[in-house]
């Protein structure tokens, strides 16, 4: 069984930075390494939607909202996948996921939660004014 656990969620001034962790469990390092990874996030009183992809290869896919501000990568020797979030603002208060997929995902499947088959607990970001 193939287990995503988040951690780094904060409280944090407009501005500043915090680095988010996925780590997997579960899954070998040769499985792991071709998933593609997706990290979602949920505004309160809002859905649900993608932030950012890296796939196998390290493509990475971003959200315009998050472009020259978020910054994906992985690990694939420690099975963890990682967020790096710059210029936090306000608007980006969420409860944040990661995900995993068992497929190469296609560019338009890349932020969409229907593709994705394993899924975090998620951790709470909250960036103050």
């Known amino acids: 069984q193939v287990r995503l656990v988040e951690s780094g969620g904060d409280s944090v001034q407009a501005g500043g930075s915090l680095r988010l962790s996925c780590a997997a469990s579960g899954v070998s390092g040769g499985t792991y390494s071709r998933f593609s990874l997706g990290w979602f996030r949920q505004p309160p009183g809002k859905e649900r939607d993608g932030v950012v992809s890296i796939d196998s290869d390290g493509q990475a896919s971003y959200a315009d909202s998050v472009k020259g501000r978020f910054t994906v990568s992985r690990d694939n020797a420690k099975n963890t996948g990682y967020l790096e979030m710059n210029s936090l603002e306000p608007e980006d208060t969420a409860m944040y996921y990661c995900?995993?997929?068992?497929?190469?995902?296609?560019?338009?499947?890349?932020?969409?939660?229907?593709?994705?088959?394993?899924w975090g607990q998620g951790t709470q970001v909250t960036v103050s004014s």
């Open positions: 995900a995993a997929s068992i497929v190469t995902l296609s560019w338009w499947a890349r932020l969409r939660e229907s593709y994705y088959n394993y």
